[in-house]
């Protein structure tokens, strides 16, 4: 089996040149790298990756913890999409990948103390933001590297964070549909306690107090487990709702398909819109309009900014919204 001496001599280099080729060191010439790699790659020279990361006392992994079960978080498109976001990065800077598994948030919590405490994890992406979350308050009690994924409600100056800007998001949307004519306007959307669902509700009343026109309360629904019963609340109110902004893309498609149980047509008796763009939006029917959020830059960019907090860890925190794209289709209609 060849050492890394062995790859130093065929290569006429010092066995410190080869550990700086081995690490992707910047001052090492390309020529210099080329050279060592196809030596590296004749002599079937591989190296002690575990052996150079103890070393330098690090994992090369990076934990990703979601706010729910794994096995119910990812029956949403979005979630596969915001990992393989993070994933593009992780294996550019040739980091691995951890995933959170637990079925409650105790589990996820003491999943997430095995991580730090075990120093299984350089650093750890939590996929949500929550009001009182006990991960984030432990991963800052511990001062712990990590990066949020939505608009943590405390210490955001301290922490870093990317998200879309949901606030104008919601707002841009509410404006779109009193634009046609509309103005009882339900939302149906996730959990209050989350800020994605907070911010959104925020951009909905801003759009409204804007245009001089007072919430209905009862068109708001929250915490909606259970979508057809909400939908037939909505459906059975003496003033019906006209359009209905949905949390994501995925609450649409059921919503789309409840209401054509009811003989209610899209986009004829109600116009949806929803968030997130996801690749079917375009070939349910109706095409759902929608908001293309980037959910891969989103993944991709929280795991830029971990890597670079572990690298120099007493930076400034950084925060960062990622655009966001209306696309029109034919959920919506004109309000006569």
Known sequence: MATIIDVAKAANVSPSTVSRVIA???????KTKRKVRAVMKDLAYYPNIQARN???????????????????AFQNPFFPEV?????????ARKYGLSL???????????EVRAMVQSKKVDGIILLYAKDQDPIFEYLRAENFPFVVVGTPPEHRLETDYIDNDNVALAEELVDYLIALG???IAFVGGDIHYGVTRDRVKGFEQSYAKHGLEVDAAYYQHNTDHVEETLLKLMQ?????TAILTQDDLMAYEIITHLERLAIRVPDDVSIISINNHALSNYVRPALTTVEIHIFELGYKAAEFL???????????????VETKLIVRESCAKRC
């Open 83 to 91: 990992i393989r976001g993070i994933s593009a990065t992780a294996h």
């Open 237 to 241: 109110l003496k003033n019906r709702p």
């Open 307 to 321: 890597c670079q907090r572990i690298e120099n860890p007493t930076k400034k925190a950084q925060h960062a919204f």
């Open 24 to 30: 992707d060191h910047p001052r090492i010439s390309l």
């Open 100 to 110: 959170s598994t637990g079925g409650t948030e105790r589990e996820i919590l003491d």
């Open 54 to 72: 103890l070393a330098a006392k690090k994992t090369m992994m990076l934990g990703v913890v979601m706010g729910h079960s794994a096995m119910l």
């Open 182 to 184: 509309h103005e009882d």
